[in-house]
């Protein structure tokens, strides 16, 4: 052990929705841990966001509704919205949430909070480099590296140059955008897209693939991209971004380019957000001096029990590739407990991956969608129908979306699902519970559900 170096059981590096409840857990069991966070407690998902961004799309909503509300024969008004107010209700939520994971984290018996930049000094010493005072060195056998992703700029010319929004600054605007222009067409980009269409801010979403959110199946895309157009996006699809340069009055333009044109356009925007994908934070790390192996773009490898290639150190949450999602960052601190604490062998294969992209309506997914499951080679046989069918969805005046489960053709098991329609995310989770079980669709066929709810949809569904 180097002189000087502080001897632990266990060292945890960040406080994320993993890392935090490992480490609370590890010193339950007795064992001395040491949390290691470098900046605001609660990772991810409090500070920048699940927390930060449903809250604002909550707020983006009632301003959506408000306009709407001659619609249910209710006088609201003209409707405007206060940017400022809009992002202190949300750091309020966000405060309060960090409050509470950083005292839980206090208080925790065997547990100590160590503020500092870490970064690996041997194969299980990490140096903790704080803003003020000395550096520590701290050992132990079992190290756990929890320390996630940021928002990366892909490499466009003149990119660098310019004035460029990422998911987290986005949140920190005091005035509404004029014209915001949006490169990507993922789950960030179309929901802070349709928020600020909503405030009241014309969007356009530049998208390279030729639908958006390039992971669902064609249908699904095209019928969310129905929906933002409805909303007044411009979404531009197949359309490459050649160059960013600096606009007039500070504002930006982009040069973009349909795939297999010559010919080129130029967009003008008062701010631009780029949502084209995340970066580990792992390059501050000095991984190889304990021997951890990453892939080319930096994410650390871990195999099915999320140990790296180096004994004792293991990975959880974004920093390790893969879905990046709150939920699977928490099963990760479950893998890990039952393993090291319960004495169980867990592993991530086989595990779900449900999540809901929080557009409005929802779109919730889980398991296999139908381009996935034909291109296994599977017998599929897939149950469409649109929100316009529901009774409660049309009650709500809410009858945007489809609903899709993809069964398997000889059995009926159910492979997976997409919901997109008002709480898409829940009726989702109802699918996948009936997916645990495995349940055969018929079974929600026959259900009975209370009338007149959502649930009941899923009879309608499945009687064709």
């Known amino acids: 052990m180097a002189a000087g170096a502080e001897r632990y059981d266990a060292i945890v590096i960040g406080t994320g929705q993993g890392g935090a409840p490992l480490a609370r857990a590890l010193a339950a069991a007795g064992r001395t841990t040491a949390i290691i966070e470098s900046g605001q407690v609660g990772g991810t998902c409090v500070n920048v966001g699940c927390t930060p961004t449903k809250t604002m799309v909550a707020s983006a909503r009632v301003a959506y509704l408000?306009?709407?509300?001659?619609a249910y024969g209710v006088r609201a008004g003209r409707v405007t919205v206060d940017m400022a107010r809009v992002r202190q209700r949300k750091q309020r939520m966000v405060e309060a949430w960090r409050t509470g994971s950083e005292r839980g984290l206090r208080r925790a018996a065997g547990l100590d909070l160590v503020r500092g930049e870490a970064h690996f000094a041997g194969p299980h010493a990490v140096a903790v480099t704080p803003a003020r005072g000395r550096a520590r060195t701290l050992v132990a056998d079992q190290i756990f590296i929890n320390t996630g992703a940021r928002p990366v700029r892909p490499p466009i010319p003149g990119l660098d140059g310019v004035s460029a929004l990422d998911s987290t600054s986005i949140m920190e605007l005091a005035t509404l955008p004029r014209h915001l222009l949006v490169v990507g067409g993922g789950y960030v980009g179309l929901e802070f897209g349709q928020m600020f269409r909503r405030f009241g801010s014309a969007v356009t979403i530049v998208q390279r693939h030729e639908h958006l959110l390039d992971r669902e199946d064609p249908d699904v895309a095209g019928e969310v991209e129905k929906i933002l157009r409805e909303d007044g996006i411009t979404v531009l699809l197949g359309t490459e971004t050649v160059r960013a340069s600096a606009g007039p009055a500070g504002g930006v333009r982009l040069t973009v380019r349909r795939a297999g044109s010559r010919t080129a356009r130029t967009l003008q925007g008062s701010h631009l957000l780029v949502a084209t994908g995340r970066a580990p934070n792992t390059a501050s790390l000095n991984l190889r001096e304990a021997g951890v192996e990453t892939d080319e773009r930096g994410f650390v490898r871990v195999n099915e029990r999320l140990e790296t290639s180096a004994p004792g150190i293991y990975a959880l949450g974004d920093v390790k590739g893969g879905p990046a999602f709150t939920h699977i960052s928490y099963d990760d601190f479950r893998i890990l407990?039952?393993?090291?604490?319960?004495?169980?062998?867990?592993?991530?294969?086989?595990?779900?991956?449900?999540?809901?992209?929080?557009?409005?309506?929802?779109?919730g997914r889980v398991g296999l969608s139908e381009t996935?499951?034909?291109?296994?080679?599977?017998?599929?046989?897939?149950?469409?129908?649109?929100?316009?069918?529901?009774?409660?969805?049309?009650?709500?005046?809410?009858?945007?979306?489809?609903?899709?489960?993809?069964?398997?053709?000889?059995?009926?098991?159910?492979?997976g699902c997409?919901?997109?329609?008002?709480?898409?995310?829940?009726?989702?989770?109802?699918?996948q519970l009936a997916m645990m079980g495995r349940l055969p669709y018929a079974a929600l066929r026959?259900?009975?559900?209370?009338?007149?709810?959502?649930?009941?949809?899923?009879?309608n569904l499945f009687d064709q």
Not at 337 to 363: C, K, M, S, W
Request: proline share 5%.
């Open 446 to 459: 026959d259900a009975t559900f209370a009338h007149p709810t959502l649930a009941e949809s899923l009879n």
């Open 337 to 363: 407990r039952t393993n090291l604490l319960q004495g169980g062998n867990a592993t991530t294969h086989h595990r779900a991956v449900p999540y809901t992209v929080f557009i409005d309506p929802e779109l």
């Open 418 to 431: 997409a919901i997109l329609g008002v709480a898409g995310g829940e009726l989702m989770s109802m699918v």
């Open 66 to 70: 408000a306009r709407r509300a001659s």
């Open 372 to 415: 996935e499951a034909r291109a296994r080679g599977l017998a599929v046989r897939a149950f469409t129908m649109p929100m316009s069918s529901v009774a409660r969805a049309r009650e709500m005046d809410e009858p945007r979306g489809l609903m899709k489960v993809v069964t398997n053709e000889a059995s009926g098991e159910i492979l």
